[in-house]
């Protein structure tokens, strides 16, 4: 476990494997901290396969700060991410994520494609009403909060609730913030999830797929997957140069069994507790 200071932020990271072994990085979804239920089980694994993995807590996750200067909030972690693989000298890098995370892994490495080896995803959000649905989650109650109470109001959110008892800095950051214009910014990074015609994925649009000419393992969301629909993960498979499509290690329903599952990292339940299922197909994608 470590911290460093990337485009003025404190990041929360852990390196995990061989120092020498070529470096993988693992980027959870949600706003979900790198230890969740599932998500070391999984990076423990893809090490025990050979690969020195980075382990991160994205901004305004976990124990990582956050701020409100960027375009969107997708564009804040995908940028700490590039700045994060800079910082550590990470070169040649495998990326691999899941629902946010898949996002925030294709932003990334739309804006350094030269140093990404191989890509695998899973999850991936998206359709008009899944899109919806997030700018609610990471904006709206923030609106509604700020509106009605103030700063005061959004610090009590439960939505903070877990950063600011891994990170109190969050808290004075949160508070520091004008009411007013954190609505605005809240507005905007909220207009960012807004569905299109143009691109599955908010944030990536032509030219960034083509950018993305590596290597690339997407899998098949579940029909019945509402928050990341199949028509997604085949759109940007029909989009990437370079992109195999495959099924996923676990039933159609997966996504609405998962999200019945207790949030609790102590007990190592939550969504992502049966992503070490993938250990298998990752690995087997992600060797030279």
């Given at each position: 476990m470590a911290k460093i200071e990337v485009n003025g932020l404190e990041l929360?990271?852990?390196?995990?494997g061989d120092e020498n072994a070529p470096p993988l990085v693992l980027t959870p979804g949600g706003r979900y901290p790198r230890d969740t239920a599932g998500v070391p089980e999984l990076g423990q694994l893809l090490a025990d396969g050979g690969y020195r993995?980075?382990?991160?807590?994205?901004?305004?996750?976990?124990?990582?700060d956050i701020a409100f200067t960027a375009p969107s909030e997708s564009v804040m972690n995908c940028e700490a991410l590039v700045g994060l693989v800079q910082a550590l000298g990470l070169r040649d890098i495998r990326v691999v994520g899941g629902s946010a995370g898949s996002r925030i892994s294709l932003m990334a490495a739309a804006r350094m494609p030269e140093n990404v080896r191989k890509i695998a995803i899973w999850?991936?959000?998206?359709?008009?009403?899944?899109?919806?649905?997030?700018?609610w989650f990471y904006c709206g109650d923030q609106i509604a909060a700020a509106s009605k109470g103030g700063m005061e109001a959004v610090v009590q959110l439960p939505s903070w609730a877990?950063?600011?008892a891994r990170n109190p800095r969050i808290r004075q950051i949160l508070l520091a913030q004008d009411p007013d214009a954190y609505i605005d910014t809240m507005q905007r990074w909220g207009k960012a999830f807004a569905y299109s015609d143009e691109s599955p994925?908010?944030?990536?649009?032509?030219?960034?797929?083509?950018?993305?000419?590596?290597?690339?393992?997407?899998?098949?969301?579940?029909?019945?997957d509402m928050a990341h629909t199949r028509r997604t993960s085949e759109w940007?498979?029909?989009l990437l140069p370079n992109s195999t499509m495959v099924e996923p290690p676990w039933g159609d329903q997966e996504w609405n069994y998962v999200s019945t599952f207790p949030i609790?990292?102590?007990n190592?339940?939550?969504?992502?507790?049966r992503w070490p299922l993938l250990a298998p197909m990752l690995l087997d994608f992600l060797k030279d």
């Open positions: 929360d990271y852990e390196l995990i993995v980075l382990l991160w807590d994205r901004p305004g996750c976990g124990a990582s999850w991936i959000s998206g359709g008009p009403v899944g899109l919806a649905g997030l700018a877990e950063q600011i994925v908010p944030g990536l649009g032509e030219a960034d797929f083509a950018r993305l000419a590596m290597p690339i393992m997407v899998l098949r969301s579940g029909k019945s940007v498979h029909e609790d990292t102590a190592r339940r939550g969504r992502f507790e």
